[in-house]
């Protein structure tokens, strides 16, 4: 089919004169639209990070000129629009007898939006339809295509059933699915890939009590000893037991590198890259004495505000840690250090469309500098747990290769089967743990998964 007449919402042909001035900015529901359709173009187009667009204070300013209920909307819209961003691709493709020319990305963003909007939020879709056509209408750069706009929409509207029953193609641009196909195996992949079709659920670690917390919450207890609970609206901060600090926030899979440093008791520790701090609270909960570093200013203070609401006193530093001269050397040090984010992606879907091979390999870059430093920082004998959350070897498996390459003071202290139950699951044959979004199924799929990890535990030779 080829679409290429302009039309109205109702089908009829477009006659609104060419001097209607700023026709859109009164129609109730537009600025979402175009707010989202800006920041999708921040995104996938300036490779800008969603979280930072979307921030309350320094956001985009098209989002912060937004009421609160426009703002969850424009987010909502995003997410859906980046989670399954191959799926509408290829729903815009099959209604084009040839692509859209390269130069009509706001248009792409446009359509995007509003297929969102179609195929997987609440949103009536006669109000989607229609406010794209006005969208398009409203700007220079996609006026002449409102009729292909409404008539991709339409017939996307007419086939919802037909396209969400397929089973879903990979959301993921091609580069990714070859290395997790090269990390993973094609099943392991494909399994993590299906994963990230379906939102994270909420994860607590819990001071203490979980099967109580559990009940609170209205959640489980995981095997790992996180409390989950799937995500539902409302806020966090009105959930019991947040004023009270008896929990925080934390992948299931976020928690473990702190287990693995083993018997804290009474130590001296440093988490190194430490904020927004929730392995730094539970290496104090486990009794460590933690210094929590970090090189943010505004990281350092939510750690602040999260470790004085959960009660747990660290010595808190705004330092980089490449440079960082401690009075003595620690007996052991967390590294948490800064990565792609590939194994976070069910949470924050943009990082797909944002990360490229060429920044991983930056990444790893840091990640080594960082360990290295980290190493001069512990005591002879001391651990380092070296932990991220990406998906990618690079980072991970093979970064361990790298350092002990290197620096022949380090050796990898791997962990026994059983030596830590709740990361027996998650071992590799060399000792050291990986977690993907397909493991801990669970029948109900908003209660499964965790998020991809890596961790490791290395010893500074005595
Ligand atoms: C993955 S986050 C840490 C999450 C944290 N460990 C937690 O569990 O809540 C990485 C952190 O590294 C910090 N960072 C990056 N480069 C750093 C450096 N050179 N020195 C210290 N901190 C750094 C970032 O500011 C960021 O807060």
Redesign the pocket.
Known sequence: MVLNQARTPNGSANRRPSSFANPTSDIPGLPARQAAAKLLAAVVDARTSLDGLTDEEHGHPAYRALEGRDRALVRAILISALRFRGTIQAAISNQLDRPLPGNALTLSHVLHVAIAQVLYLDVPDRAAVDLAVEQAKGDPRTRRFDGLVNGVLRSIVRRKAQILGKTPIANAPDWFVARLNEAYGEERAKAILTAHLTEAPVDFTVKDDPAGWAEKLGGIVLPTGTVRVARREGAIAALPGYEDGAWWV?DAA?ALPALIMGDVRGKRVA??????????AQLIQAGAEVTA????RS?IKRLRTNLERLDLPAEVVE????VYEPAEPFDAVLL????SSTGTVRRHPDVLWTKSPEEIEKLAA?QFR?LKAAVRLVKPGGRIVFS??SLDPVEGEQMVERILAEQPELELEPIAPGEIPVVDAFLTPTGTVRTTPADLPHEDPALAGMDGFFAARLRRRG
């Open positions: 934390q976020a988490d190194l890259c430490a904020a927004p701090g929730g392995k730094t570093l970090d090189i943010s990281r330092a980089d840690l490449s948490d250090a800064p990565c840091v960082l991220n959350c």
